[in-house]
């Protein structure tokens, strides 16, 4: 699959885009998104993902958590 990115002005409800010919002939899917730079920035300044799984954890299982790999490894290749 080809792909094509690009950021134009709408000028009086219309965008002229210009294909490259390896589009020629060839059913295309448009996507319109509209895109603003100073609201994609704010967007990644005001929010973080630090942190939001937090009061999911559960302290107690951390000294477990530890040794947790080796121990499911070290049973799935124990010879039986």
Known sequence: MEAMRTIQTVENGEVHLRLP???WGQ????IVLGASQEGSQQVATQRSLRGCLKHY???????QEQ????EAASEKHEPR
Do not use: G, M, S, Y
């Not at 059913?27 to 448009?30: D, G, H, L, R």
């Open 21 to 23: 010919e390896q589009f």
């Open 27 to 30: 059913a295309v899917e448009i």
């Open 57 to 63: 954890a559960k302290p107690d299982l951390i000294a």
């Open 67 to 70: 040794d947790a790999w080796q």
